[in-house]
Each structure stands twice: as C-alpha cells, then as structure tokens.
C-alpha cells in the first residue's frame, strides 16, 4: 500500500501563499493519477486539483487562477501551489493517488490531511 504525508500547512493572512507537498512511498508514483482535495469545517470532502500521469491538470472553478498543481516524478513528490489565499480556502487538505492496473487491482489511497487556515 502507498504512503503519502503532505507537508506546508499552516496559517496564512488572507492574499498570502502556501504550498503544499505531498511524498508517496514506493516505486510506481509516476504511474498515479494525484490529487489534492479538501475538507472544510461542517462541508464535505471536495476536489481542488488533479494532475494525471501524464501531467494533464484540472482545477475546481473556485481554485482556477489562483492554484497550481505539479508534480516531480524523481522525487514522489505532488506539490499544491496556493496563492491569493482567502478564508474560504480554510480547511483541511489531503492528498490522494490512484490507479488502475487491472478491474481487480486498484489504489486509492490517501494522506492524513494538512490544515491550512487562511486568517488575519
């Protein structure tokens, strides 16, 4: 099963920047689609950025412009940019891989979450 522990939360004035690290364990990182998400006080889980193995990315509307996702396939590494940070970005965020080698062999697998307060 795939570790991953996320890095670069904490607390940040509204405008300001973070970024976010995410380190899987293993030997296949750059076959995982990534992906950032989070989770707010009260709401539900939801997703922020993807990058596909490929290097495709996609961004939730509320994000586009101001977040970016890459990743460093030499060093497991999936990173979140997050600039222009407001309080609606407070909240904790979690890292996740997946993949599907066969219909019976998947990964899904998530960090435990870094909190990122946005907060003057």
């Known amino acids: 099963q795939v570790q991953l522990v996320e890095s670069g939360g904490g607390l940040v004035q509204p405008g300001g920047s973070l970024r976010l690290s995410c380190a899987a364990s293993g030997r296949f990182f750059s076959s995982y689609a990534m992906g950032w998400y989070r989770q707010a006080p009260g709401k539900q889980r939801e997703s922020v950025a993807t990058i596909t193995r490929g290097g495709r990315t996609n961004y939730a509307d509320s994000v586009k412009g101001r977040f970016t996702i890459s990743r460093d396939n030499a060093k497991n590494t999936v990173y979140l940019q997050m600039n222009s940070l407001q309080p609606d970005d407070t909240a904790v965020y979690y890292c996740?891989?997946?993949?599907?080698?066969?219909?019976?062999?998947?990964?899904?697998?998530w960090g435990q979450g870094t909190l990122v307060t946005v907060s003057s």
């Open positions: 996740n891989a997946k993949v599907s080698w066969s219909p019976t062999n998947t990964l899904d697998a």
